[in-house]
């Protein structure tokens, strides 16, 4: 059988599909009928007439469309949409919902897989051990500790931007997509809004005040109107680009990017500023300031991956992901040893970048000291 889902079709093995089944019900099944109800914005529906042992069964397939938006766009948002509503019509009060029977998922090859029972997930990688690589962090921590840049910084840095580049050319008509991405930014429990409500209250800080946690929602929602129907950037992005763990070089210098996350497709400005906040983060942790050898970085990256794309355009549009990481790196509770006027320089930093009609990586040193 071939279902049709907005502009999605996928196959189904009939055969499977009665396997399935029989072992749902635990009697052999023949498939009778199976035709399309109808389709909305968010699902469509399908009627499945079959016959289990001596008996004739009929159960309505929902299918969630992943092409209207709405955060159902990856796969793993439309088995959360399903799983949820599984759980909620079986504890719904008695009598006022219908029973939901399992959910599956639609496997390449057409088999059908039940997952209905399921209460939680597993992901296997492979292993990442000593000998691909140590964590890029600790070349800054080296680089904060010797206050200077060797050749192999300098080209690491290099390297760092041209991954970019090359990711950043994969592009994506898809313009629901990135206003998604750009929504995440300010709304997502691990994004901007998100990272915030992980924040002791404001009140009880003296780096920061309520009163300017809420103004710099503010600008996020403001800047998110100003850059949401930008969607020609649309890009294949990392999604968690820093130092910490998730770029990682060997000793000939071949990098790994590890732990790819939140968007597949997004503004190539997520990553950018990922990267490129550490650089302001350790020179004012470490050193106290904007300073160098962290200024070279800084501006050697720049130079790199503006001059290989071409984009000046993210200067335009890179100011509320700074924001995010900004609020990121300044966490009390993430980094405890460093000391709150240097959290303060980092608000600086994001207050100025937000009023900033377009981001300039010369500035840096006036957007940290401006109150």
């Known amino acids: 059988m071939i279902i049709t889902i907005g502009s999605l079709k996928l196959r189904i093995n009939d055969l499977k599909m009665e396997e399935y089944l029989s072992g749902l019900y635990n009697v052999p099944v023949k498939l009778a009928d199976f035709r399309k109800l109808g389709e909305g914005f968010h699902n469509a529906g399908f009627l499945l007439r079959f016959i289990a042992g001596e008996d004739e069964k009929s159960l309505v ?34 009598k006022t919902c219908c029973h939901s029977v399992d959910v599956a998922c639609i496997t390449r090859k057409g088999n059908v897989v039940s997952i209905g029972d399921s209460v939680d997930f597993f992901n296997l990688v492979e292993e990442v051990t000593e000998t691909d690589g140590r964590a890029y962090v600790e070349d800054l921590f080296e680089i904060a500790k010797r206050k200077s840049l060797t050749d192999r910084d300098r080209k690491r840095c290099l390297i760092i931007a041209d991954y970019l580049v090359n990711l950043h050319s994969i592009k994506k008509k898809n313009d629901l997509l990135y206003m998604r991405h750009i929504r995440d930014l300010v ?45 020609h950037r649309l890009s294949r992005i990392h999604g968690d680009y820093h130092p910490f763990g998730n770029i990682r070089f060997r000793e000939d210098n071949s990098m790994m990017a590890l732990d790819l996350a939140r968007e597949e497709f997004g503004e190539p400005a997520d990553d950018v500023s990922a990267l490129t906040i550490n650089y302001l983060f350790l020179s004012l942790w470490k050193l106290g300031d904007y300073v160098q050898p962290f200024k070279e970085l ?47 320089k980092i608000f600086n930093f994001i207050n100025n970048v937000l009023d900033a009609e377009e981001f300039n990586p010369k500035h840096i040193k006036s957007y940290i000291s401006r109150e």
């Open 61 to 94: 397939m929902r299918v969630v469309r992943g092409d209207t938006g709405w955060g159902h766009d990856y796969l793993g948002d439309r088995a959360a949409v399903l799983l949820l509503q599984h759980r909620l019509f079986n504890t719904a009060p008695e």
């Open 187 to 231: 709304g997502h429990g691990e994004m901007l809004m998100g990272v915030i409500d992980t924040y002791p209250k404001p009140e009880t800080l003296d780096f920061t005040s309520p009163e300017e946690i809420i103004e710099i929602e503010r600008k996020a929602v403001t800047w998110r109107n100003r850059i949401k129907y930008m969607t």
């Open 298 to 344: 800084m501006e050697t990256f720049y130079e790199r991956y503006l001059d290989k794309t071409g984009d000046e355009e993210i200067l335009r549009v890179i100011a509320p992901f700074y924001a995010f990481r900004g609020l990121v790196v300044a966490h009390p509770l993430y980094y405890p040893e460093m000391e709150n006027k240097k959290r303060r």
